[in-house]
């Protein structure tokens, strides 16, 4: 199996893998192909196929003092583990500073992209909730965006939620909303925000290629290096290092869980640590008196 995961890193014909190579497939993707593997193996295993059941590795639960959730179902016995497994590096979202988003949004040759970029940048929505958005989850009085999650997307577009979330925004984005559809959108005749206006089929729900696309050319236009998951990143940096409560970003991102937000941006810095410490009031900056 080793030998197997090695192959998974650098997969061509009669590889060697030598420490210190560049492999071609980061461990997580690795660890993908061998959760699928070992749940292959895990079935036949389970089916009675003994040559399976060997490749299935199998340690004894609850040792020492930490008793995991569960406990109580295996009471002590043997459970099956995966044999093989890499280590996954904490890797550090990508994000960009405000002068690089208005430097982006600058950029946008059609109001219907600006408004796009700008809906991703204010409030961290993955491309497919945007590329989801009925022109009934614009709520411009109320100054928020539903993000409802559909199955019948004509684009394909998945919302990744379960349940409806209102997304509070601001007022410069519901104005960039109003002049895109008095300019652009016009008296088109559809449910979707976000459609192909300059191309065929016109007026036809805009598809994750199109968004790729547009990213391509704002890259070769601008030379900053992102793509949409690096605005949504950013926000979520930006409320964090302005004092948001985790809880709350994570509901502004729609996940499900605060600890994987919480595990997703463990990457600030010392110095927003240290502004974090100013604003409790645990910690002074230099020239203001002196330090608790």
């Given amino acids: 199996m080793a030998r197997?995961?090695?192959w998974l890193r650098a997969p061509a014909e009669n590889v060697i893998v030598l420490d210190g190579g560049v492999p071609a497939r980061a461990s997580a993707t690795v660890n993908r192909h061998l959760a699928a593997v070992f749940g292959f193996y895990d079935f036949h295993a389970r089916a009675g196929v003994g040559l399976a059941a060997d490749l299935i590795a199998w340690r004894r639960a609850g040792r020492g003092s930490y008793k995991p959730f569960l406990h109580h179902v295996t009471a002590g016995k043997p459970v099956p583990v995966r044999p093989v497994k890499l280590a996954v590096p904490q890797r550090i979202p990508a994000t960009l500073t405000s002068e690089q988003i208005i430097t982006l949004l600058e950029a946008c040759a059609h109001l219907?992209?600006?408004?796009?970029?700008?809906?991703?940048?204010?409030?961290?929505?993955?491309?497919?909730?945007?590329?989801g958005l009925r022109h009934s989850d614009v709520a411009g009085r109320e100054r928020v965006i539903r993000i409802v999650p559909r199955g019948d997307n004509a684009n394909g577009a998945r919302a990744k939620t379960r349940g409806i979330h209102h997304v509070p925004v601001s007022a410069a984005l519901i104005r960039l909303y109003s002049e895109y559809m008095h300019v652009e959108y016009g008296t088109l005749d559809c449910d979707y925000v976000f459609v192909n206006l300059f191309a065929e089929p016109r007026g036809a729900p805009l598809r994750y290629p199109a968004v790729q696309a547009l990213v391509s050319r704002l890259r070769e236009r601008t030379g900053i290096e992102f793509t949409c998951h690096t605005l949504r990143h950013s926000h979520a940096t930006d409320l964090i290092r302005r004092g948001v409560p985790i809880e709350v970003v994570s509901k502004r991102l729609t996940r499900s869980s605060v600890t994987t937000t919480s595990a997703a941006y463990v990457h600030l810095q010392a110095g927003d640590v240290r502004a974090g410490l100013v604003r409790a009031g645990i910690w002074r900056e230099p020239g203001t008196g002196a330090q608790p």
């Fill in 4 to 6: 197997f995961a090695a």
């Fill in 112 to 131: 219907r992209d600006q408004f796009l970029l700008a809906v991703l940048a204010e409030t961290g929505m993955r491309t497919g909730q945007a590329l």
